[in-house]
């Protein structure tokens, strides 16, 4: 079996499934179960062209998905139009679910997506549009996961720490379609520290509570978005604040430290700031060296550049931003924000204009348009 053939061949495979009409992830997917068939067959008696042998394979490969998601998507439409059930037992047993889909044999991202699934309730369309990927992409993540735990016991639930990930996954993802999941990861993360008496179920409650408190402020009226400096504070939910810090306090008091604890504390001297000038940059700047002993996250050492730049000026930011891998997600849009404290509104806009084309959505992308036009219009006068 000649493996580097396989390989070599690979790329134009994939540009033909495309040409023929193939979305380019399902594409990706076909030719690499072609290639695993490849595997299986080929040393029994290797095709004369190997290259047609893979096309014919992948695309058959490709077709028989494509009537799977139609037959599926079928199936779900059909389950919509089902008339609503009749009164049933005031019994939730959603958080249970979430244990038991935050199996150990599944990663964190295929625990959340087959979570929202088969306990969300949410189509496999509408977890697709949540994760901006493309439908037949989710199906594929959802399908592996079902076969990853299909041969499984499910006597063997997931242990805290992963229904709390997933739980904070599901928050993240905000909105899809008419299902607010923010507000539903509150509900069960609620219900969780009734039942269990943990410091990070109480620190990713106070985390949530925080983040959702600042929800109305983050749009203007068009839908654009607002940075957190530019925010209207008035609009941010006071009780909600009040109630994260209170629970916050409580965590922190039992001296066991964890990581959504140090982002709630993060989260907290943001809410508690009665403008952005009075915001505690250096006491940010101490909870994210906290937070990187915790988890030494690149995600987390961008942040703490942009809370550097801030405590100790854009310089000091950019410093830290200079060791980091700029292909990290918003590094650039971090750069071109400090680059602009700094005085430099050219290479500001220029790197703008960059973060713009890598933006994950819409209103993001928008935004830093908005950025790099404001920057050259000024230029130019």
């Known amino acids: 079996?000649?493996?580097?053939?396989?390989?070599?061949?690979?790329?134009?495979?994939?540009?033909?499934?495309?040409?023929?009409?193939?979305?380019?992830?399902?594409?990706?997917?076909?030719?690499?179960?072609?290639?695993?068939?490849?595997?299986?067959?080929?040393?029994?008696?290797?095709?004369?062209d190997a290259k047609g042998w893979l096309v014919t394979a992948a695309w058959r490969k490709f077709l028989d998905q494509a009537r799977a998601d139609s037959a599926r998507r079928r199936r779900e439409d059909l389950v919509d139009e089902e008339p609503a059930p009749g009164p049933a037992p005031d019994v939730d047993d959603t958080l249970q679910l979430y244990f038991l889909c935050a199996h150990p044999s599944l990663t964190p991202s295929s625990a959340v997506a087959?979570?929202?699934?088969?306990?969300?309730?949410?189509?496999?369309?509408?977890?697709?549009?949540?994760y901006l990927v493309p439908e037949a992409t989710m199906a594929q993540r959802i399908s592996r996961a079902k076969r990853t735990v299909s041969?499984?016991?499910?006597?063997?639930?997931?242990?805290?720490?992963?229904?709390?990930?997933?739980l904070y996954l599901v928050f993240n993802e905000g909105y899809s379609g008419d299902v607010d999941l923010s507000a539903e990861a509150i509900r069960l993360t609620r219900q969780l520290a009734r039942t269990i008496d943990h410091p990070e179920v109480a620190g990713l409650l106070a985390l949530m509570l925080l983040h959702h408190a600042r929800r109305a402020g983050r749009t203007a009226p068009d839908g654009s978005l607002v940075p957190l400096a530019e925010q209207?504070?008035?609009?941010?939910?006071?009780?909600?604040?009040?109630?994260?810090?209170?629970?916050?306090?409580?965590?922190?008091?039992?001296?066991?430290?964890?990581?959504?604890?140090?982002?709630?504390?993060?989260?907290?001297?943001?809410?508690?700031?009665?403008?952005?000038?009075?915001?505690?940059?250096?006491?940010?700047?101490?909870?994210?060296?906290?937070?990187?002993?915790?988890?030494?996250?690149?995600?987390?050492?961008?942040?703490r550049a942009v809370a550097v730049g801030e405590a100790d000026g854009p310089r000091a930011g950019?410093?830290?931003?200079?060791?980091?891998?700029?292909?990290?997600?918003?590094?650039?849009?971090?750069?071109?924000?400090?680059?602009e404290r700094d005085g430099d509104p050219e290479t500001a806009a220029r790197l703008y204009a960059e973060a713009a084309r890598k933006a994950p959505n819409l209103a993001e992308r928008d935004y830093l348009t908005r950025q790099a036009a404001r920057l050259n219009a000024g230029r130019r006068r």
């Not at 000649?2 to 979305?23: F, K, N, Q, Y």
């Not at 087959?114 to 949540?130: C, M």
């Not at 604890?261 to 001297?269: F, T």
């Open 1 to 48: 079996m000649d493996e580097a053939l396989l390989r070599s061949l690979t790329p134009s495979v994939l540009t033909i499934l495309v040409r023929r009409g193939a979305d380019f992830a399902a594409a990706e997917d076909a030719v690499q179960d072609a290639l695993i068939e490849a595997l299986r067959v080929w040393p029994a008696g290797p095709p004369r």
């Open 114 to 130: 087959l979570t929202l699934r088969a306990v969300g309730g949410l189509t496999t369309r509408q977890i697709a549009e949540a």
């Open 151 to 166: 041969g499984v016991r499910f006597d063997q639930p997931g242990d805290v720490a992963t229904v709390l990930r997933v």
């Open 232 to 303: 209207d504070r008035s609009r941010w939910d006071t009780a909600s604040i009040a109630e994260g810090i209170g629970i916050l306090q409580a965590a922190l008091a039992r001296d066991r430290l964890g990581e959504f604890q140090a982002q709630a504390a993060i989260a907290a001297l943001h809410a508690d700031a009665f403008t952005a000038e009075e915001t505690d940059w250096v006491q940010i700047v101490e909870w994210y060296d906290e937070l990187l002993r915790l988890t030494d996250n690149p995600v987390v050492r961008l942040n």
């Open 318 to 339: 950019l410093a830290e931003l200079a060791a980091l891998d700029d292909a990290l997600p918003r590094h650039t849009a971090v750069a071109a924000y400090l680059h």
